[in-house]
């Protein structure tokens, strides 16, 4: 898979692991190249609408992200503000405290 963007696409500043971009780069390759986290792909997602994509999605749910990660990333981002994700955030069997943290988290 690959996602080519420039810097300009994105909304905030990469933080310092990614202060060396080129101006255009593949988004995936960087964050294969600098460990493959979910973090990373879910602040990608949220700052460049180039990714997102039900593909760069996916590839994000392989990473197998955290409950704090994706409670933070529901969130943040409305691309992901779906049913589909609220299943998938489900399948993570998280505890009652975790469901009323994302519920709290929505509601502010």
């Known amino acids: ?21 080129p101006n255009q780069f593949d988004a995936i390759e960087e964050i294969t190249k600098r460990g493959n986290r979910s973090e990373d792909v879910n602040w990608l997602i949220i700052n460049c609408e180039f990714a997102q994509t039900n593909e760069i999605l996916e590839y994000y749910k392989s990473l197998k992200p955290s409950f704090n ?9 409305k691309f992901v503000q779906t049913p589909e994700i609220l299943e998938y955030f489900k399948s993570l069997n998280p ?13 502010s």
């Open 1 to 21: 898979m690959k996602l080519i963007i420039k810097k300009t696409d994105l909304l905030e500043t990469p933080c310092e692991r990614y202060n060396d971009l």
């Open 69 to 77: 990660d994706v409670n933070w990333f529901i969130k943040k981002c």
């Open 95 to 107: 505890t009652t405290t975790q469901v009323r943290w994302l519920i709290n988290r929505l509601e």
